[in-house]
Antibody, heavy 124, light 107 residues
Framework: QVQLQESGPGLVKPSETLSLTCTVS??????????WNWIRQPPGEGLEWIGYIYYSGSINYNPSLKSRVTILIDTSKSQFSLKLSSVTAADTAVYYCARVTEGLQYRPYGMDVWGQGTTVTVSS | DIQMTQSPSSLSASVGDRVTITCRASQSISSYVNWYHQSPGKAPKLLIYAASTLQSGVSSRFSGSGSGTDFTLTISGLQPDDFATYYCQQNYNSPWTFGQGTKVEVK
């Protein structure tokens, strides 16, 4: 059974870069047919999709964050990572990693496996 | 971006009630809609994908329907663990977007 676990600093200073890692256990980030996603949720608010990296390595970012986001895969450690540069207080949120399974005719299904989430606060 | 608008934003119900939540997309998205349940302090949990397919392990009390722009999540026989926030989400076009959420509270 695949499990995801986020890790990284809980406090980041304004203008610096937020870096988080999602470790995949019970499976491989190179297994065919999966999208590996980052999603965030500001305190008391809804969910915002940040982007994904496909098992093949192709990426797709939310245009609202595209200029600041990088998602990478590390197959040797079965991890994928998120970097968000030039952070401000508006980037304070719980950050989740999640898996999307590719279904019939290559369509993405829902986010079926989630990490527990990690809280990141942007403050000096 | 495709906007996903849920209604109502909140509702009050009792254990055993039947509850319906709707989600409207700003453009046609075929059946590319998923539904999630989120309890406070927890990660979302997938209930329904592709508008009407029940995720493995999820109670059959949950059902989804719709196509195009209008979608519905129905909970039959509300249970204590069902009092939570529900989100719809589209993955028809990038960026993938979520509805604002519907909070189901105890009456």
């Amino acid at each position: 059974q695949v499990q995801l676990q986020e890790s990284g600093p809980g406090l980041v200073k304004p203008s610096e870069t937020l870096s988080l890692t999602c470790t995949v256990s019970g499976g491989s980030v190179r297994s065919k047919g999966y999208y590996w996603n980052w999603i965030r949720q500001p305190p008391g608010e809804g969910l915002e999709w940040i982007g994904y990296i496909y098992y093949s390595g192709s990426i797709n970012y939310n245009p609202s964050l595209k200029s600041r986001v990088t998602i990478l895969i590390d197959t040797s450690k079965s991890q994928f990572s998120l970097k968000l540069s030039s952070v401000t207080a508006a980037d304070t949120a719980v950050y989740y990693c999640a898996r999307v399974t590719e279904g019939l005719q290559y369509r993405p299904y829902g986010m079926d496996v989630w990490g527990q989430g990690t809280t990141v606060t942007v403050s000096s | 971006d495709i906007q996903m608008t849920q209604s109502p934003s909140s509702l009050s119900a009792s254990v055993g009630d039947r509850v319906t939540i709707t989600c409207r997309a700003s453009q046609s998205i075929s059946s590319y809609v998923n539904w999630y349940h989120q309890s406070p302090g927890k990660a979302p949990k997938l209930l329904i994908y592709a508008a009407s397919t029940l995720q493995s392990g999820v109670s059959s009390r949950f059902s989804g329907s719709g196509s195009g722009t209008d979608f519905t999540l129905t909970i039959s026989g509300l249970q204590p663990d069902d009092f939570a926030t529900y989100y719809c989400q589209q993955n028809y076009n990038s960026p993938w977007t979520f509805g604002q959420g519907t909070k189901v509270e105890v009456k």
